[in-house]
């Protein structure tokens, strides 16, 4: 009995162990390829996830163009973007480049939540320039009296310490309806003899609300949208550039730029600021351009370099105030602009051009704009 | 010796010991080749899978970069995309200079180039980016033309370069277009006819791919996924509203559908054996069709 049993423990053993194995192959072909296809799958959703945040950077980077920054580079310089989407899917990373004046290219690199995976896409971006009808260095709706010692000059004039302006056509001093102006003192008609340019005065009976308030595709509401800045209605006085520790801060809300010293670290800032209401400047210089939902006053030999759409009038007293570029004033409650004192309203090129090309949002180029980057 | 014979095994023993141990083994035998086959069967369809996920990871890729309202698309049906395959995109460097009436020297800065691989000129025709107007994206636009040779040379800032001879047809302006519309920094991008098809070889099917030279001899196709169902790829075309395509420009994303089967047969029942198939759908938008 006792050999007996011996042989039966050796079967069970022998049972047993072929059973293991058996049961081991089949429980390891499955966890092998459950593995491969888990591994593959994962690959596969890292991928399409890290594409999917790399696709997240290039919008929100060419969506929320920031030109405060990205116009201000140099050709061929870069700046560095990042950011992650909301829930933890990922981060994003990568460069904008400044190809030349127009043309940028935004190279974004976005990773999984693991970190494990990358995908690389890139966007041609073009700036859209805001096409602004300027034909004058003042365009008005409604009457206009000019006088004291005042000028409005369409010649073609560059502002001081620019750099690589343009020689340009000049333009009429002012534009506006037929029968408008009026000329006080020694500016009175018909020779208004404050006004010069080519032709000093352009009667225009063409001019209406799109003159104004149209900017090619763009329109008031949409360069509004574009602003940098929210200035508060009122009175604003001391307005000029902000630089600490070498660093223009662009929060500021009297930080309308330096054009008095273009290679200042403001000189390259060029806001587009947006007023909802009246605005009062005394004195101070800035540049960009300045959207006044309402009336504009100045005086205390405010200058200002670039481009003022104002939807009521513009008023200048006393020392008045330097306008370098151009000066767009809809008067839409047909109220009286009054360019009085010592205001000059100089017609440049230079001034306009620049302002309108760095206050510029980017968009992709209109076709073939979407690249992979690797 | 009675001991010794009583210790031996009677001739019923030693039957009913091969008995059973030849019935121990025959299960022992069919627990591992049916284990075999489950893991043979798992294994080809998670390759079915990778195949697939491959093939409509590639032309995902391809079919992003495409401009169909600009005639990126050459042939479109339901097994068959014929296209201009973007390889490389470049920025100028130098401002291009003319070589002859049709021919520009075009410099693309080395350290920007991106894309699957370099400019060739044995294989490369171009789009290079003509600016007009810089006030105004309604002129923007791009010049086709061929790279006819590629020479190392420096930028205008000493970087190193791929000094470009690219062609472009006189009805396209010729090199005078260029000089006069390209400014600096404007980007080229490089490009090759590509075919994706359905092939059949050897009695399978396959995502098959093949490409052609600038002076448009193709190469022969080769397989690039599969293998792959009978039909396995169906391509689909939609326009900006969602609606079927009426024409190859109104293309704005295509539906792939791919079918993949195993390379093997894999044991499906006790007397079937058959392929082990999977199916994978993607829809791709274009990404480089005109905007405003």
Redesign the interface.
């Known amino acids: 009995m006792t050999k007996y049993f011996k042989n039966e423990r050796g079967m069970v053993l022998l ?1 047993a162990i ?1 059973g293991l194995v ?1 049961t081991g ?2 429980i390891t ?2 966890v ?3 593995v ?2 888990r591994r ?2 994962n690959s ?1 959703r890292r ?1 399409a996830q890290a594409f999917a945040v790399a696709e997240h950077g290039l919008s929100e980077t060419v969506g929320n163009w920031e030109p405060g920054i990205y116009n201000m580079l140099a ?2 310089s870069s700046v560095a973007v990042n950011g992650s989407p909301a829930g933890g899917s990922g981060s994003y990373a990568g460069t904008v ?7 940028f ?1 935004v ?1 974004i690199t976005g990773q999984d939540a693991g970190s494990r995976t990358q995908q690389s896409i ?1 966007a ?1 971006v ?1 700036l ?2 805001i ?1 602004m009808d300027v034909q004058a260095a003042l365009t008005t709706q409604g009457t206009t009296k000019i006088g004291g010692n005042a000028k409005v000059d369409g010649t073609n004039t560059d502002p001081t310490a620019w750099m690589n302006c343009h020689p340009d056509t000049n333009m009429s001093g002012i534009r506006l309806p037929p029968g408008e102006l009026h000329g006080q003192g020694s500016c009175a008609g018909p020779s208004y003899s404050c006004i010069a340019g080519s032709p000093p005065v352009s009667e225009d009976a063409t001019i209406d609300s799109t003159t104004f308030f149209q900017y ?2 763009m329109d008031w509401d949409a360069l509004v949208l574009m602003r940098n800045k929210l200035v508060t209605p009122g009175t604003h006085t001391g307005i000029g550039p902000d630089i600490q520790g070498g660093a223009c801060i662009l929060a500021t809300e009297d930080n309308w730029g330096d054009p008095l010293a273009p290679a200042s670290a403001c000189g390259g800032y060029f806001p587009i600021m947006y007023v909802e209401g009246n605005l009062s400047i005394s004195g101070g210089y800035g540049q960009g351009i300045l959207l006044v939902d309402g009336n504009l006053s100045v005086q205390g030999g405010f200058e200002f370099f670039g481009i003022v759409v104002t939807r009521g009038v513009l008023k200048t007293t006393g020392t008045g105030g330097h306008f370098n570029g151009a000066v767009m004033a809809a008067n839409v409650d047909l109220d009286d602009n009054s360019i009085l004192g010592d205001a000059l309203v100089q017609y440049s090129s230079c001034a306009v051009a620049r302002v ?1 090309t760095n206050a510029a949002p980017g ?12 | 010796m009675p001991t010794m014979n009583r210790n031996g095994f009677s001739l019923i023993e030693l039957i009913m010991a091969l008995g059973l141990g030849a019935a121990v083994a025959t299960v022992v035998f069919q627990a591992i080749v049916n284990t075999q086959r489950a893991t043979q069967a798992g294994t080809q369809q998670v390759d079915v899978r990778q195949n697939l996920r491959a093939g409509v990871g590639y032309l995902a890729s391809v079919i992003r970069e495409l401009n169909a309202a600009e005639n990126d698309i050459v042939v479109a049906t339901g097994t068959q995309l014929q296209f201009r395959s973007m390889r490389w995109t470049g920025i100028l460097c130098t401002a291009p200079v003319a070589a002859s009436m049709t021919v520009v020297t075009m410099p693309v800065r080395r350290d920007l180039i991106y894309g699957v691989r370099g400019p060739s000129a044995a294989l490369d025709s171009v789009f290079v980016f003509v600016d007009g107007d810089p006030t105004t994206r309604a002129d923007d636009a791009w010049l086709a033309g061929g790279v006819t040779a590629v020479a190392a040379g420096n930028c205008a800032d000493g970087s190193p370069s791929a000094d470009l001879s690219v062609e472009i047809p006189l009805l396209a302006g010729g090199s005078a277009a260029v000089v006069a519309g390209v400014t600096l920094g404007s980007p080229l991008r490089g490009f090759q006819l590509e075919e994706l098809t359905l092939l059949s070889t050897g009695g399978r099917w396959w995502l098959a791919q093949r490409t052609a030279s600038r002076a448009g001899a193709w190469t022969t196709p080769l397989p690039l996924v599969g293998p792959l169902a009978a039909g396995g790829m169906t391509l689909a075309y939609f326009d900006s509203t969602g609606a079927a395509a009426g024409t190859i420009t109104d293309i704005a994303s295509i539906a792939v559908l791919l079918r993949g089967e195993s390379r093997n047969r894999v044991r499906q029942s006790v007397a079937t054996t058959d392929f082990a198939r999977d199916s994978l759908i993607s829809r791709v938008a274009l990404r480089n069709n005109p905007r405003f």
């Open positions: 049972v072929i058996v192959t089949v072909g499955f092998v390829s459950g491969m296809e593959d799958a596969t991928s050709v061929d480049t400044r190809l030349n004046n127009e043309l290219v190279d890139g041609l073009r859209r320039t096409d090619g595709d309108l968009a992709m180029l209109r076709s073939r704009g979407w690249l992979y980057s690797y």
